[in-house]
């Protein structure tokens, strides 16, 4: 009888492991989500504070670039 208890004992204990293993990566799952929805939260940011400087930038770039190719083929 005492193999019999031995056995279950060990298999719950082993069973118990094997879920608490579980519940911590449901956890690191539920920190990797959360800081990847805290990066796109700043990248969006980034951008609509930024977009308006961009967009000025490569309008600059294009009017720079379109008098060039425009004396270049006078």
Known sequence: MSQVATYFFTLFALAGERLD??????ATAVEYGL????????IIVAVTALGGQLNTLFETVQARLTRVNAGAGA
């Open 21 to 26: 293993d579980r519940k911590d990566r449901g």
């Open 35 to 42: 800081m990847v929805g805290l990066i796109a939260i700043v």
